[in-house]
């Protein structure tokens, strides 16, 4: 993507640092929420939530869809970059652990979001 289309993803951009920054930071304990895998959960909708604003945002300022594109930038860069996060929380850091699978629930997240996407988003814009 080159830097004059990155103005077009204002929103992704800001989510992607905004959680680049809660999965590096060391924040306190958290408290205990009585929600089987709210964690879990929690990483679905987040990543889920980032690439449908990709996905709106794609929509946006595009007038057809190139499949390779909104694959490669709505899909699998943010399941890249929350594998790179998981690695850097248990090896770059010493108040997070990377795990598996928060990283299986980002990519279930971003890969409902892709099908939700292609289902809904596609046809609202056209």
Known sequence: M????????????????????????????????????????????????????????????????NTGKITFYGWFCPIVMSGLLELAQAYLTTSRSGEWMDLLANAIGATLAYVLGWTVLRKMFR
Do not use: Q, R
Request: charged letters at 15%; aromatic letters at 16%; glycine letters at 4%.
């Open 2 to 65: 080159e830097t004059k289309n990155l103005k077009a993803y204002p929103l992704s951009l800001l989510i992607a640092c905004v959680i680049i920054f809660l999965s590096l930071y060391p924040f306190p304990e958290l408290p205990k929420v009585d929600v089987p895998l709210a964690d879990k959960w929690t990483h679905m909708v987040m990543y889920g939530g980032f690439c449908l604003i990709i996905w709106y945002e794609y929509l946006k300022t595009h007038k057809s869809i």
